[in-house]
């Protein structure tokens, strides 16, 4: 999609520090990261939202949180890690490209803010 920041880092028009890509998705590290590591994992098609995955293609939401295992894995979060999903306006959703934040290597606290 034009004007999608994370539609620009998916096709290398925007530089980002990937650690993770396939054929559909690719994982590259936050701008501003929350905890030592900070990762956002993204579908390279666009949807703006959890809201605009269509049924039929489910699929992508099982192939981003399995991208967010092996990462975790990789980065060695053994103490275990936090996924993150902002949807919609309250939830602080910045960015309309659905993206799965992989938080690390710190304690989280609850309730998130
Ligand atoms: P959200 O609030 O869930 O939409 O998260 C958007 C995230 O994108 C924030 O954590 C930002 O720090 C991050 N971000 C914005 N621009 C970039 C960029 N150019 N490269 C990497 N991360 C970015
Ligand atoms: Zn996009």
């Not at 650690?19 to 590591?37: G, H, M």
């Not at 967010?68 to 980065?75: H, L, N, P, T, V």
Request: hydrophobic residues 40%.
């Amino acid at each position: 999609m034009e004007d999608c920041l994370f539609c620009k880092i998916a096709k290398k028009e925007i530089p980002s520090e990937t650690v993770y890509e396939n054929d559909s998705l690719i994982a590259f590290r936050d701008i501003d990261p929350q905890a030592p590591t900070h990762i956002l994992i993204i579908p390279k098609e666009h949807f703006a939202s959890l809201e605009e995955i269509p049924e039929e293609k489910k699929g992508i939401l099982a192939d981003l949180l399995l991208a967010a295992r092996q990462i975790a894995k990789d980065k060695e979060l053994s103490r275990g890690y936090r996924i993150v999903l902002n949807t919609g306006k309250d939830s602080g959703q910045a960015v309309f490209h659905i993206h799965f934040h992989l938080l690390g290597g710190r304690q989280m606290t609850w309730p998130p803010g």
